[in-house]
């Protein structure tokens, strides 16, 4: 029998998280205070983050130490499988070599406890009472609650409401490990009273979980806030899942060719690639590919094609193709051309160069999962999903070019919470209209004279 | 296509909230006006340009399609001083 999974040993697992601000081609600007206009300093952040997170966000030191205490905690699922998809290889007769990074056997299903753990684990030794945070569906908020429990930690959530009368499972999830979720908007901040007052039927938003959860810190000096995605030390804390994945691959004797990982808030996608993209900047020949999600065919056909919106969170996380402060696209046919205005680790790397983004639109995704439910055998999340269909797009392009590609890709987390999404898919809720080849032509016509942002083209 | 009714019943996995939201979640998202990403989740579904242009004002299409964005750090701070506000309000004693 053939050798599918590639196993490492805790005593493998890697001691020191990769902070690839030490090697960026160019360095990120620091963001400024909106009231000051200064570099925004420690001093801000401390009122919801304990100060050793805050070193962390800030340091451009190129490795950093991983505490054992968090290390035994990561151990009850780490190191994760690297495990070679034979099955969904033969399924698509491709000579490409598929590995997936296996993070769906963490307790709470996905990649988000990397994070959680590490960042349960310095407020604790920070002084930290009770940790809040806001969560959309409750992925993240399964993840946090988990942590806390490991760590004696108290953890208050703010999920959105549309998700908390949706989705009780992971809200159950939560309370199991101990954790209070609120339905957002809430009852217990000036926040989401204010919103209730004015309309006590509203679905709530992430943007008012989490003017909740940052409320509830501010008002307290033993609470702090967690968020789990977008900043830099959340990508850090998750650069292990990458780490392992050399150490993986270098058993075997491979090396990828293409690095995939879906990209929401960007820190799955962070946490595999950014090893990878630290070998690119040092000059390997590698594709990385971050699959963002769209339903719109001009994203994808488009001179200015992508549109990476913080999925989640209320700001764009990937700022890539800016149109400049000046240019405001017509509404309509225009959705994916917004200025984008701010540039974290991730986008920085697409506007270098080192990373490639691509939009894949929702049918594709289910389409591309199912085939990996019955090849592989694992549901995977939906988000995750976008990222098998790239995989499964770049193994037929190997297959039509007649190349030996080796694609790794991280299959960030199961579906089995998010059936309703299979369900959704299954009973044609999420058909998709085709929009006719003239509409898309006149689209882009109605695109062209706009200015060609400087890095966009490749 | 649809009526009103029906149309708001459609689904469609949100990307930022990570589930099923139905189209009224969508139209309604940003204190009563549509998400800023609405065209780009629902214009394979249906018309949503008809839409929007038969029901906002250009005025409020431009703003509620193009929200300035920010740099996240800096949305959180600004979320830090409303809640220091907030927090501000809710401890003023009594008058």
Redesign the interface.
């Known amino acids: 029998m053939e050798v599918k999974k590639i196993l490492l040993t805790e005593d493998e697992m890697p001691r020191q998280w990769y902070n690839i601000a030490a090697d960026m081609p160019t360095p990120l600007q620091p ?5 000051t206009g200064q570099p ?1 300093g420690p001093e ?2 401390a ?2 983050f304990p100060m050793n997170l805050i070193e962390q966000e800030v340091s451009t030191e190129r490795w950093i130490d991983i505490p054992e205490p968090v290390l035994e905690v990561l151990s009850i699922w780490r190191p994760a499988p690297l495990v070679r998809a034979y099955a969904l290889e033969k399924a698509l007769d491709t000579p490409a070599r598929i590995y997936y990074k296996n993070e769906s056997y963490s307790p709470p299903g996905s990649h988000k406890p990397n994070t959680a753990v590490a960042q349960a684990y310095f407020n604790k030794i920070a002084g930290t009472k009770r940790i809040t945070t806001e969560t ?4 993240w908020g399964s993840a946090l609650s988990f942590a806390g429990a490991m760590f004696g930690i108290e953890i208050v959530v703010w999920m ?1 409401k ?2 908390y009368q ?2 009780p499972y992971r809200r159950l999830m939560m309370n199991t490990w101990g954790a209070t979720c609120y339905a957002s908007p809430s009852t217990q ?3 989401g009273r204010k919103i209730l007052e004015k ?1 006590p039927d509203t ?1 709530g ?2 943007g008012i979980a ?2 909740e959860a ?2 509830a ?3 307290d000096e033993n609470t702090k806030y967690a ?1 789990g995605s ?2 830099n030390h959340v990508m850090l804390h998750q650069t292990i899942i990458g780490l392992e994945a050399q150490k993986q691959l270098e058993k075997v004797g491979d090396y990828p060719d293409i690095v995939i990982g879906c990209a ?1 808030g960007g820190s799955n996608f962070a946490g595999l690639s950014f090893p990878f993209a630290r070998d690119k900047i040092f000059g390997k020949d590698i594709k990385i590919i971050a699959v ?8 994808t056909r488009g001179p200015f094609a992508y ?1 990476f ?9 990937l ?1 890539m193709h800016t149109l400049g402060h000046d240019f ?2 017509a ?3 225009a ?2 051309l ?7 680790l991730v986008s920085q790397l697409v506007l270098d160069g080192i990373i490639e983004p691509r939009a894949i ?2 049918l594709e995704t289910f389409e591309a999962g199912v085939t990996f439910a019955r090849t592989e055998g694992i549901i995977a999340a ?2 995750t999903n976008h990222a098998i269909a790239a995989v499964i797009q770049e193994a037929k392009k190997a297959k039509e070019e007649g190349k030996e590609k080796v694609i790794l890709f991280n299959m960030s987390g199961h579906g089995l919470v ?1 059936l ?2 299979y369900d ?1 898919y299954f009973s044609g ?7 006719p080849e003239a509409e898309i032509e006149r689209a882009l016509k109605a695109i062209e004279p706009l200015p060609k942002p400087k890095v966009a083209e490749k | 296509m649809t009526n009103e009714k029906e149309l708001d019943k459609q689904v469609l996995r949100c990307p930022r909230l990570g589930g099923e939201v139905p189209f009224s979640y969508c139209r309604t998202l940003q204190n009563g006006m549509p998400c800023d990403r609405i065209i780009i989740c629902w214009e394979l579904v249906f018309d949503i340009g008809a839409y929007i242009q038969e029901h906002y004002k250009p005025s409020e299409i431009q703003k509620f399609l193009h929200p300035k964005p920010k740099d996240k750090m800096v949305t959180l701070l600004d979320i830090i001083e409303q809640a220091k506000r907030n927090v501000k309000k809710v401890k003023k004693p009594p008058e």
Do not use: W
Request: with cysteine; charged share 15%.
């Open positions: 963001p400024l205070h909106p009231g925004i801000d952040l009122p919801i959309g569906a409750g992925q959105v549309i998700s949706q989705k901040t000036e926040a309309d679905p938003s992430l989490i003017s940052v409320e810190a501010v008002s968020l977008v900043l929401g963002e999600p769209t339903s719109c065919p001009t994203m549109d919106g913080d999925t989640v969170q209320m700001t764009p996380l700022p405001i696209p509404p309509i046919h959705g994916g917004r200025y984008h205005g701010m540039a974290p639109h929702q939906p988000e998010d309703a999404a959704a809720k999420l058909n998709d209209y085709e929009l």
